[in-house]
């Protein structure tokens, strides 16, 4: 059965509905009408967990002008806006641009997944350098405002963390590699581009196993283990955050680095424990070891937490909520999720309310506008 991009988020909501968006205030109705010259805007990667949760997010405010596309295998994904397009079908890149005109390009396109990346180094060449660079020559032709994303792991995380746009890269992955190549095309490709350095983008996933939630919810609610490191620190962030800094840069007309890393550093394990006691799972479950007891392949990288102060200077205000929020979610030792409230079980919908989102409307956000 085909499911829609809708639907499938909608898996998440399931239980009391469509997910409320808490970033409507005056403000953002205002950046609505300030966004128009950006349409009609092309999502890439939208099998991804940033790509996927921005394309239902710029759907819903500007409805008609979004175009999202993922590969032609990923039949399972489909609805309004989604085209199905091989990124290294430059013909048919080309042929959507001049179809479309598109205004701006927001581009999450690339594979993550280290191990494959560590084996087929000639795959994460082309999905995650070649593509860029077919981006590139389509948005030159069109005069398009390119938005593209990166990634903390082009740092080795040798030291303390807490990195800023100017410390030099050191990545120990072919996928860090690879993504440090596809930066360097982007910067020198004279188009004013903005590159946008995320960590673990935290919400959804389109088919409910992919990104840190639901990788690690897809092996707890099977009865299978996890194994997540002590020592691998990344700054996570809340999709729905990041969206609204997506949507400002689109808009904006900023060039050059920017780090988007959330404000609280959290370790893998941290992130699984976190997991196991909000989805109320089994807590056997979950094992934790330093990085230097896994196998070889893929290597590790250690604290690659990023820095956002001149993401934060640019905007007047932090942007980002700490994930998850709420102290009562954090662990303090490495067997809290084995402690649990008893009046509090945990399960799929917590996970919803708390990990994809965070649906305190005390901490709604006011415009990014300033």
Known sequence: MRLRGSDLLSTADS????????????????????????????????????????????????????????????????????????????????????????????????????????????????????????????????????????????????????????????PVTVYGKSMVEAERLISAAGLAAVILRISLPMGPSFNRHAGAIDWIASRFRTDRPATLYFDEVRSCTYVDDLNRVFERFLAGTESGLYHLGGPRAVTLYQIGQIVNRVGGHDPGLLNGCPRAAAGPIPPRAGNVSMCSDKLSALLRRNPFRPWPVGEDLFPTDRDWHVHRPPDRPGGFQDIVDRLYHDRCPRLACASLDG
Not at 83 to 89: G, M, N, S, T
Not at 108 to 121: T, Y
Request: aromatic letters at 8%; proline letters at 4%; glycine letters at 10%.
């Open 15 to 170: 239980m009391v509905g469509r997910c409320r968006d808490p970033y409507t205030s005056q403000g953002m109705l205002t950046r609505t009408a300030a966004f128009t010259h950006c349409l009609p805007l092309l999502i890439t990667g939208i099998t991804g967990v940033a790509g996927f949760n921005a394309l239902q997010y710029f759907q819903r405010r500007y409805p008609g002008q979004i175009l999202g596309i993922r590969p032609r295998r990923t039949w399972r994904l489909v609805g309004e806006g989604i085209v199905p397009l091989d990124i290294e079908d430059r013909r048919g890149l080309r042929a959507l641009f001049d179809k479309h005109r598109f205004r701006s390009v927001l581009n999450c396109l690339g594979n993550c997944a280290l191990k494959s990346c560590e084996l087929d180094p000639a795959m994460a060449q082309q999905l995650n350098v070649d593509s860029a660079a077919a981006i590139i020559e389509s948005s030159r032709q069109h005069g398009s405002r390119l938005v593209h994303l990166s990634s903390d792991l082009v740092f080795s995380g040798k030291g303390g963390g807490n990195y800023v746009e100017t410390d030099p890269v050191d």
